[in-house]
């Protein structure tokens, strides 16, 4: 079916006028599309249009826009009565509760209303594209069109296809969203769609590192933000946006995929849910706040003021080492070179996945002098290392002063499979190559969704080819064989990729 997208008189109508309804209708309106809005709440709707109106006259006052281009676009706007006034729409976009009851019936109505050719389309964050379309009559002309909250500053929408979806109309929404200005990726139907997905990787995996005992809260997000590169930590981020939204979405991913263990939930999560502790919003979440709603977050300790006598450095990684061993001497350590360490050395490995036990047993180390590095990042923002449940207090008091004796602060966190930086994001990249393999999205899509939608330093593809290939999937394949978990099995996607020596953006052929 032919759809002009570009035609001037493209009406879009908006079900639902709060925060994402009004968005849509903005960026909608600003991008030369005439638009019809309503709500169920009396009044709901001309709110919205009076809340745009307002942004537009801001927007002209500072000269992103003209005072004639703001008035056109407000004139864009118009409030209707209901769903019977929709006739003249070529687009429909419904943003209202997520309940799949509800929309369902919905857009069964919304069928008797518009013409054979207008898109329905759902801005759901949560509920199955093919589900709703389910028990439409034209389930083919239906789609997701998932915009992010605030519409009109977070670029990307997501434009997904349902399994009855015909192909025009995803070409069609892929141009109507670049058409409002926004950065379209187009992806089939999946539980938690793309950035949903991938941002499960990044906050599931920090809980199961708190809630194992291996860091804090405030360590695990000083990581992040310092060694990741990420612009905020998980538990930040799940402060922000609320645990009564973040835990049932990871619930809802992890129930739609028929229990997948990548998104395993956990208690960390549950518990505070359960108990109505959700983060800014009910001033107490993962952090308790001032009276000015800052964190009250304890300082780090100062770094120990000792140093080891000398320091042997273990070559099982080549990489880890050459890294480790550059900065030691920029330190001024005194290093010893010889095949063993000394009988008082401080002994340093650089694992990949492993815990610093599984790196002293293997390599037949002292347990009680053995420290471990993660060398996987840039070692210029923080360090982060750890001991074996029985390393001398003395001997990791000593590696950290040796390690912050340049003012780089070090975190201590509790042996671990991967440390917390090396775990968060391995599992981030397995999770896109999950999302490639399975034909949901390409491999650049899912990196303009994730650093577009999720703001991450980099997408997971982009991240594997920075920090190496082999790398990931070395610590994915430690952390599955020391676990015993199949949620660090790596995907195949990335498996080939690592043996084969390509980058993870290899597509197949």
């Known amino acids: 079916m032919q759809f002009d997208a570009t035609r001037s008189d493209l009406t879009v109508g908006v079900i639902g006028a709060g925060a994402m309804g009004r968005g849509i209708a903005q960026v909608a309106a600003a991008g030369g599309m005439q638009v019809l809005i309503t709500d169920s709440r009396e009044g709901a709707a001309q709110e919205a249009r009076d809340f745009v109106e307002k942004l537009f006259l801001r927007a002209a006052e500072k000269g992103s826009m003209t005072k004639e281009a703001a008035a056109a676009a407000t004139a864009r706007i118009k409030v209707v009565s209901g ?23 919905l857009f069964a109505e919304l069928e008797g209303v518009v013409a054979a050719d207008c898109i329905l389309a759902s801005n759901t964050s949560s509920l199955s594209i093919t589900t709703i379309a389910a028990k439409l009559k034209t389930p083919q002309r239906f ?37 409002m200005t926004r950065e379209p990726v187009r992806l089939t139907d999946a539980p938690g769609f793309l950035v949903n997905q991938v941002g499960r990787g990044f906050t599931l995996e920090a809980s199961h590192l708190v809630y194992e005992g291996v860091s804090t809260f405030p360590d695990v997000d000083r990581v992040m933000r310092d060694v990741g590169g990420f612009r905020m930590g998980p538990f930040e981020l799940m402060e922000l946006t609320g645990l009564d939204v973040t835990h049932p979405a990871s619930e809802a991913v992890y129930t739609q995929f028929f229990h997948e263990p990548r998104y395993r939930p956990n208690l960390i999560m549950r518990s505070r849910y359960d108990a109505g502790v959700l983060g800014r919003k009910t001033k107490k979440g993962f952090y308790e ?6 964190p009250i977050v304890a300082p780090e300790p100062a770094a120990p003021a000792s140093r080891p006598s000398s320091v ?5 990684e080549p990489s880890g080492h050459a890294a480790l061993t550059e900065l030691l001497k920029k330190l001024g350590a005194k290093l010893e070179t010889g095949a063993k360490p000394s009988a008082t050395a401080l002994i340093l490995v650089t694992p990949l996945g492993e815990d610093t036990t599984t790196c002293a047993v293997e390599q037949g180390l002292d347990p009680k002098r053995t420290v471990a590095v993660d060398t996987l990042f840039p070692m210029v923002k923080r360090r982060t290392i750890m001991g074996t449940p029985v390393t001398d207090p003395a001997q990791r008091e000593a590696a950290h002063g040796l390690l912050a ?8 966190c509790r042996d671990s499979p991967g440390f917390i930086a090396q775990r968060i994001v391995a599992m981030i990249v397995n999770i896109g190559c999950s999302i490639a393999q399975s034909r949901t999205a390409a491999p650049a899509d899912v990196d303009k969704a994730v650093t577009l ?37 790596p995907n195949i996607w990335l498996t080939r990729r690592a043996k084969l020596g390509v980058s993870l953006f290899t597509p197949e052929l």
């Open 83 to 105: 769903m019977a006034e929709f006739k003249p729409c070529h687009l429909v976009i419904e943003a209202i509760v997520e309940n799949l009851e509800v929309k369902r019936a």
């Open 453 to 489: 939608g999720l703001n991450y330093p980099q997408g997971p593809f982009a991240f594997a080819d920075t920090l190496g290939v082999n790398k990931i999937f070395a610590i994915l394949t430690a952390m599955q064989r020391i676990y015993g978990d199949p949620r660090y099995r």
């Open 143 to 179: 789609a997701g069109m998932h915009f992010f909250n605030p519409v009109p500053l977070m670029k990307l929408v997501e434009v997904i296809a349902g399994l009855r979806t015909e192909d025009w109309v995803c070409d069609a929404l892929m141009a109507i969203g670049r058409r």
């Open 312 to 316: 042997w450095v273990s070559p099982a």
């Open 289 to 294: 706040y001032d009276t000015e709603m800052k």
């Open 405 to 412: 004796s340049d003012g780089v602060p070090v975190t201590v």
